[in-house]
């Protein structure tokens, strides 16, 4: 056991120096990097009010689509979801969604919180801001909520109420940005390349700083995690506190860790909890299971414009490909049900409302370029993945999350974790899965954090 100890400080400390040598030539991103068309002028930096419109048009040719579609191949037998969607279910989806599914009263829903624009480096960038109203003197906190893939900002739709409804329990409310990703939803692509997770975190502090707000607290789900977490990184001085629900780590200082874990009882005691070890090990088996789980993340993460076409012209295909990767994200052992256990958590006009954004605006393709412009070697040598923050850090993570990570492999990226909290019975989408769950675990992180910087304000006084 004492050699194994050793072994892994000795890991840590070399992984440790070489962190540091990277993170002291590292190469910041540009602030006011031009992302829309041509090259950068004056833009209009007023803040506009949006509403969604389900055009006419669209609709039309969307049911037309949906009834002429070709037949549907013919599933293999007690296959569930393994091969992917079975096709089983799929008349049921496209009859339903051209036939039942009212496109006036989803197009009501998705506008029930105020929703804006402003252009932030050249694109319109999209965002819901929802105000609490509070007593004179109650303190009001601004918090950044970030979605990821195949999401859009209707994923917190649930907790908005909750989280941004005063309470005589809480000395505190809080104030509800939340933006749709560059080329997400409804706001802008770029036409250009390099418009990565990290790039990203650029426009939402610049969009934060827009708005007003100097300093804030953030939140990140998927890829918004990634992207609080490059937020966190670049900007310390700015991000008050971080709370998510994917403990997400690209650095290798994390994988080698987890490797390292594997290396014997001893070693696994060391990186991860006794009761919560089955989600890391044995490491054979979580790589199998990674290996089938990221299908989609290899073809995303080098040619997103292949995929993109059918995606664009197929809405039974978008239906098919996105609700395939939600059926796997919700439970694990969704994966064996012939419908995918999809209607099991959500509604199907619920699951509908995120493809209609997605088809109305057809940017299935830009959304996915995502992991294509953050996945690659350019991100690796400028050592983005390497960074650390000291912003206090806040996790829940759900037993049916497509990947746990444990509080030594997150302390190489995350150097001040107040919370990493195990929870069971729930999945990737968080938010909209479980609002009261996510909702009471942000609202104490909250607390977590100003109680963390209580403490640290006394000390550096001290």
């Known amino acids: 056991m ?30 006011n990097a031009w992302w829309g068309p041509g090259e950068a002028k004056e833009v209009d930096t007023s803040i506009r009010s949006f509403k969604v419109r389900f055009q006419k048009k669209m609709i039309k040719d969307l049911r037309y689509r949906l009834k002429n579609h070709r037949p549907f191949t013919t599933p293999l037998i007690d296959s569930g979801f393994n091969y992917g969607f079975n096709s ?14 009212n496109f006036t009263e989803r197009e009501s829903y998705l506008n029930l919180y105020p929703h804006f624009k402003t252009n932030i480096q050249g694109l319109d960038i999209h965002f819901i801001r929802v105000r ?5 003197g109650v303190p009001v906190f601004p918090i950044l909520m970030l979605h990821g893939w195949p999401s859009t900002p209707l994923e917190f739709y649930k907790v908005i109420p909750l989280l941004s409804e005063y309470s005589e329990e809480r000395d505190f409310a809080l ?34 700083h827009r708005l007003g707000f100097e300093k804030f607290y953030i939140h990140g789900g998927d890829w918004g995690a990634y992207i609080c977490y490059s937020l966190a990184s670049l900007f310390p001085d700015e991000v008050i506190g971080y709370f998510t629900n994917y403990g997400i780590s690209l650095s290798p200082a ?80 969704n994966i064996d049900k012939e419908d995918g256990g999809l209607l099991d958590h959500y509604s199907r006009d619920e699951l509908l409302d ?22 690659n070697m350019r991100n690796v040598n400028n050592g983005w993945f390497s960074l650390n923050t000291p912003v206090p850090v806040s996790l829940i993570q759900a037993d049916n999350e497509l990947l746990y990570m444990s509080t030594p492999m ?3 990226i995350y150097t001040n974790i107040v919370q990493n909290k195990a929870i069971e019975g729930a999945g990737h989408f968080l938010a909209s899965e479980v609002p009261e769950v996510f909702s009471k675990a942000l609202l104490e992180s909250i607390d977590l954090f100003r109680d963390w910087h209580r403490k640290n304000a006394c000390k550096e006084e001290l």
């Open 2 to 31: 004492r050699g194994v100890t050793q072994v892994l400080v000795l890991c840590t400390v070399m992984v440790a120096i070489q962190a540091a040598m990277i993170e002291s030539n590292i190469p910041l991103p540009d602030e």
């Open 88 to 101: 089983a279910t799929l008349e049921d989806w496209a009859s339903y969604w051209s036939n039942s599914y």
């Open 132 to 136: 609490p109203v509070v007593p004179e």
């Open 175 to 208: 104030e509800l940005i939340i933006p749709s990703l560059p080329g997400f939803g409804f706001s802008d692509a770029t036409s250009k390349q390099g418009l990565g997770a990290t790039e990203m975190s650029v426009i939402f502090r610049n969009l934060m």
């Open 254 to 333: 994390s994988w080698i860790t987890w490797f390292l874990g594997s290396l014997g009882e001893g070693a696994q005691n060391l990186v991860v909890q006794k009761e919560l070890a089955g989600r890391l090990y044995p490491a054979t088996t979580l790589l199998k299971e990674l290996m089938i789980k990221t299908g989609y993340l290899h073809i995303q993460a080098t040619k997103p414009d292949t995929i993109g076409v059918g995606m664009g012209d197929s809405p039974i295909g978008l239906l098919a490909y996105i609700l395939q990767f939600v059926s796997m994200a919700v439970r694990n052992a």
């Open 354 to 375: 995120n493809l209609m954004i997605y088809w109305s605006q057809n940017n299935f393709n830009t959304a996915c370029r995502i992991y294509a412009e953050t996945l």
């Open 410 to 412: 997150l302390q190489h």
